[in-house]
């Protein structure tokens, strides 16, 4: 996703950008775990899913390769367990179905680190934040894994960006690099709170840093941390590689066994110290979408699967391969419905009235990105629409964002222009009642602006402006549009977040919530950090919870209870 340093090259500073960032919809680039859970043999789901994992007859393993830990995954939170359970002095094996690691945003919450308050985040509260996001999971998340992340958040991004050489920090009053591939950070927001009780729906927190730079995800960042493993002379790497089976012994998990894809033999690799499952999420498994998060599953065509990850036989990737091997030896999935990552990005959302295909107005329109593209899927049809008058520049810098609007889809901006609205309603294809309807919604809306109160759902008065003044324009959304995964207008789909149960270590639970000797999972395989929904209040949450249990789990499995 091209955000900042399109606004950069068109002219908006950037404080200025930033301060458009937190104003508008922030842009993006388990069971109870406290109480014993419903075996698999009740509910079935984990049992049927286990059943997946393969019998490998001992002739078909063609060797066997010994290490202390072996990964299973290289994305941000494999990379940072590879690299921290190396330099705690493990001979590490990491294991990768694709043929490289993989990465893709650039976002992760970071604060109360002196590199947070160099970038202008203010220190933090932990308890608030994880109270938050409890709050709106619905208490269904486990409170210490997420308070964990939280508490270590900050001293993990600083390890894990410490490994990349020459890293310039930008402050809030700092420009942008001229230079395409300087790697920088910089902070999503600053210069004041991002929640005013009584006017702000969405209570957002300022934690979040950003790497720019590059193709603008974080990928130099995450290769240097794989380089700094390697030098350790304690890592190596496999590719093309996918885990296929657990193996255990004496109660605890012993080993892992691979399929080469290059050539279809099968490599058992040894754990003395244990295994970490870090391989994540399962968006393109049909059958565990369908159990646990039948949502998605329901309305699979309005979703844009975004992870482009597949290995070296163009099949995809993220097939929930860490769940089902934990599963296998004892693990459990967090309860359904799982949490799910989606979302659909709208110009300067809760500035403008929003409509459904009736021509009705349907929410408040000051939600985040996420939380809209959930009221969306409820709305009769796959398109919605924004309508705006010629005073919008009055309430929002529209010309300044017109270049990032223009850079996504088929690099319009709005979908019809009218001197009236039943003409604007007429060229958005409304006719008969939804015409009426639409002309009525927004003559209601009026109305409330006029009254200073919005009745219907409550959006703060400030941000409640009349469509009054010609010409007026719409901009369409459509969730059947899936023009490509750069394009955060479709509704896109980045990953799914349900994974074992663990506790604060990483390590996976049984079902009496004890710890199954010798297994960890962290990133997407690991439950009890998101259940249920996404919270959009952090930004870059999903990052640092793995990058923090990644670093966290890899000094565990190799110092047990001194490393914590």
Not at 150 to 166: Q, V
Not at 320 to 349: E, R
Not at 388 to 416: F, H, V, W
Not at 442 to 463: P, S, T
């Amino acid at each position: 996703m091209k955000t900042s340093c399109q606004v950069a090259k068109a002219g908006v500073t950037r404080r200025g950008f930033l301060g458009l960032a937190a104003a508008s919809a922030v842009i993006a680039g388990s069971g109870i775990a406290g109480c014993s859970p419903a075996k698999p043999s009740e509910t079935g789901a984990d049992a049927e899913q286990a059943q997946t994992v393969p019998e490998i007859a001992e002739s078909e393993i063609k060797e066997t390769k010994e290490a202390d830990v072996v990964v299973v995954g290289l994305g941000v939170a494999g990379v940072a367990a590879m690299r921290s359970a190396a330099e705690a002095g493990a001979h590490v094996i990491a294991v990768e179905k694709t043929s490289i690691a993989n990465c893709r945003s650039n976002m992760f919450a970071a604060f109360n680190c002196d590199t947070a308050r160099k970038l202008g985040i203010p220190d933090t509260d932990p308890t608030e934040i994880g109270n938050e996001l409890m709050t709106q999971m619905a208490h269904r998340a486990d409170y210490r894994v997420i308070n964990t992340w939280l508490k270590h958040c900050g001293e993990a991004f600083e390890w894990y960006t410490g490994a990349y050489k020459d890293l310039l920090l930008l402050g809030p009053e700092d420009a942008f690099p001229e230079n395409p591939d300087q790697i920088y950070l910089y902070a999503q927001s600053v210069g004041g709170s991002t929640y005013r009780p009584g006017i702000d729906h969405e209570h957002l927190f300022e934690a979040c840093c950003c790497v720019g730079g590059g193709d603008e995800t974080h990928r130099p960042i995450l290769e240097a941390n794989i380089e700094k493993a390697l030098e350790t002379g304690n890592a190596e790497t496999v590719f093309d590689s996918p885990a296929v089976k657990l193996e255990t012994k004496d109660g605890k998990v012993s080993a892992v066994v691979c399929k080469n894809l290059q050539d279809g033999t099968y490599t058992r690799y040894t754990a003395s110290k244990g295994v970490i499952l870090a391989s994540g999420d399962y968006s393109y498994n049909d059958e565990m979408l369908q159990k646990y998060a039948p949502w998605v599953y329901a309305h699979k065509d309005n979703y844009l699967f975004s992870h482009e990850g597949m290995d070296c036989k163009g099949n995809h990737a993220s097939t929930g391969d860490g769940q089902k091997l934990g599963i296998s030896v004892g693990g459990h999935l967090d309860i359904a419905p799982h949490a799910i990552m989606a979302h659909i990005f709208q110009f300067g959302v809760e500035n403008f009235i929003e409509l459904n295909e009736r021509g009705e107005r349907f929410c408040n329109e000051d939600l985040s990105m996420t939380n809209i593209a959930k009221v969306i899927l409820n709305q009769p049809g796959s398109k919605v629409f924004q309508i705006i008058d010629a005073k919008a520049n009055d309430y929002y810098p529209i010309d300044e964002m017109l270049p990032m609007m223009r850079s996504y889809g088929d690099g319009e901006t709005y979908s019809a222009e009218a001197d009236t609205l039943e003409e604007l309603a007429a060229k958005l294809g409304f006719d008969n009642d939804a015409a009426s309807t639409f002309v009525a919604s927004i003559e209601r809306y009026n109305e409330l602006c006029e009254k200073g109160h919005d009745d219907d759902f409550g959006k703060a008065a400030e941000k409640m402006h009349p469509i009054i003044e010609p010409p007026f324009k719409a901009v369409t959304y459509d969730t059947l549009k899936h023009t490509s995964v750069e394009d955060v207008s479709c509704m896109r789909l980045l990953v799914t977040m349900g994974g074992l149960v663990t506790d604060t270590n990483a390590r996976v639970l049984d079902d009496d919530l004890n710890p199954i000797q010798g297994l960890y999972a962290v990133g997407n395989v690991q439950g009890g950090r998101f259940v249920d929904d996404y919270p959009f209040s952090l930004s870059g949450a999903s990052h640092a919870a793995a990058l923090t249990y990644g670093y966290l789990a890899g000094e565990h499995i190799v110092n047990g209870e001194t490393a914590e």
